[in-house]
């Protein structure tokens, strides 16, 4: 317990000498109980009360103090230590706050019973509204490095960091307590990070500008030893006469990775227009190599002739199968999608996945939640499915584990933003991942494109990942491919999600097909072909059948035919054509001149994608085909 310090013993005299030598200072004279005995015209001057409106007026209450401590605690320091100093916010006669640095000390006056408080108080007005400002600012640039999207580093003349906001503490990997004081080359990868103090000395030596103003891409260094590409602008200003420098840092990861997305995707659009262009055109040829061995084969009679003959329409088959497959990788194959629920589908279609893995590979299927179902072609999926796990196969020579799971995910703006060619939405994600030798960068970056493998001669055609991506973007979905060197391999097909599909009704009982009924009449048909071979290929098997036939090389001589020639019954149409008039062009023409003539398209294409095929009662046909084909859809639509 401590004792109580005694006044000081003085006189009246004494205490009015030292209030008149201090008038102009801010000295008050005030009893224990807070009741003012002398004012200074100093006081007076700093709250704008004068001596008579102030003496006999209680202190506290007349100029409002609010003391750091409590009042109780202030006057118990009084009484036991004698003396108090602090800070005091009180205000002036106006109500404007006065702040004032206050030293007091407790004197006993001779003659008296009780002691008086000196006090004098120093105005710190400005000062404390300096400190709140820079309080303020301090708070604000604290709210900036908070806040901030962008990653600001704030460095001194010599490279050191003073300041680390949080965007940069989460792109670099550190925490500012971490950085701050710290040389900013340890953020730069060699060789910036050698050359960092060269760059600063050379500009505050020559003044010359290299960074300083101007946005330039350079390479940063994460905590971890990661690097990546960022974006770099920085600003100069004085502080208390040094330099500081102000950085600030956007990440281009994400940009760069969309970019090299969409020049991947511009990559394969071209590669399949280009590819499904050669398609086409093949499908032309096969169509008169397969169209001439077929009439061949009617009129041979000798045998060993025919043996061959028929390797060589098995060999105009696979040709065919061929360019099916480049036109899948063009998005240009005929789809029929319906409602599917994908996680049923690779249920049931596991037994097959595991024989053609074979036992060295172990096969999980995963199904994760529900609403798989998508609006997909199911023959195609299964397909594509099929291909991604026989490339699953080759990359696990020795065994391993294939792993199939189907999801749903929802795919937000910003990662639609990072893949241009998806849409933002719902979809079935279809992941099929396997533990084999992986891919390089080099390989991820071709592996989707057609006739490219890693396999030896004649283990692969390297279309199978094509035609899974075409299928894909053609389904309104994509194919991502992601692949560690040494760990393994994942695929992930995105299909969108759909509403499940109603149960569909019972089907009627299956009938016997009637057989092809012959040409009535020897019905009159129009052939429009470009190609001449083809077109004397299709005017063949026509007339074989019994037909009329009447044949065109462009839409302009058609319609002309149609004209002079009332009784055609049917138009046999190439779809591109030149002559600028398309297929589907020329079966609209036909239909406002013979409203009641049929329609039959054929392409090299494997799907039209034209507005034609929406045509009424038309009928389609893909090049190449056969002389029963043709005669069986004739008879669809004439019949």
Known sequence: MTRAIPPTGTSWESIDELVRILDGANLIVHALDGRILRWTAGCAQLYGWGTEEAIGRHVGELLGTVAEGAAAAISHELREQGSWHGELRQNHRSGRPVFVASRCVVLLPDGEAEPVVVAQNIDISDLKYAQDDLAARESHLRSILETVPEAMVVIDDVGEMISFSKAAEKLFGYAADEVCGRNVRMLMPNPDRDRHDGYIARYVATGERRIIGFGRVVTGQRKDGTTFPMELAIGEAAANGKRIFTGFIRDLTSRHRMEEELRQAQKMEAVGQLTGGIAHDFNNLLTVISGNLEMIERRLEDKELGVLLREAQDAAEDGAKLTG??????????????????????????????????????????????????????????????????????????????????????????????HPQLRIGDYVLLSVSDTGFGMSAEVQQRAFEPFFTTKSVGAGSGLGLSMVYGFARQSGGDL????????????????????????????????????????????????????????????????????????????????????????????????????????????????????????????????????????????????????????????????
């Open 325 to 418: 497959q480049l036109l899948a990788f063009g998005r240009r194959q005929t789809l029929t999608p319906k409602l599917t629920d994908i996680g049923k589908l690779v249920s049931n279609f596991a037994d097959l996945l595991r024989r053609t893995l074979g036992e060295a590979i172990e096969l999980r299927t995963v199904v994760t939640g529900a609403g798989h179902t998508a609006l997909v072609d199911t023959a195609q999926l299964q397909n594509a499915l099929l291909n991604l796990a026989l490339n699953a196969r080759d990359a696990m020579p020795r065994g391993g584990r294939l792993t199939v799971e189907i999801t749903r995910t929802r795919l937000d703006a910003d990662y639609a933003q990072n």
């Open 480 to 639: 991502q491919l992601r692949s560690v060197l040494g760990k393994g391999t994942t695929l992930q097909l995105f299909l969108p999600a759909a509403a499940p599909a109603q149960p569909d009704p019972a089907p009627p009982p299956e009938e016997a097909p009637p057989p092809a009924s012959q040409p009535q009449s020897r019905e009159l048909i129009l052939v429009v072909e470009d190609d001449a071979r083809v077109r004397r290929v299709a005017v063949a098997r026509l007339e074989t059948e019994g037909y009329r036939v009447i044949e065109a090389a462009t839409g302009a001589q058609a319609l002309t035919l149609l004209g002079e020639h009332p009784g055609i019954g049917l138009l046999f149409t190439d779809i591109v054509m030149p002559g600028g008039m398309l297929g589907d062009e020329l079966a609209k023409e036909a239909r406002l001149l013979r409203p009641e003539i049929k329609v039959l398209f054929t392409s090299g294409y494997a799907e039209p994608g034209l507005p034609g095929r929406d045509l009424a009662e038309a009928g389609w046909l893909k090049k190449p085909y056969t002389a029963r084909e043709l005669a069986t859809r004739l008879r669809e639509l004439l019949d």
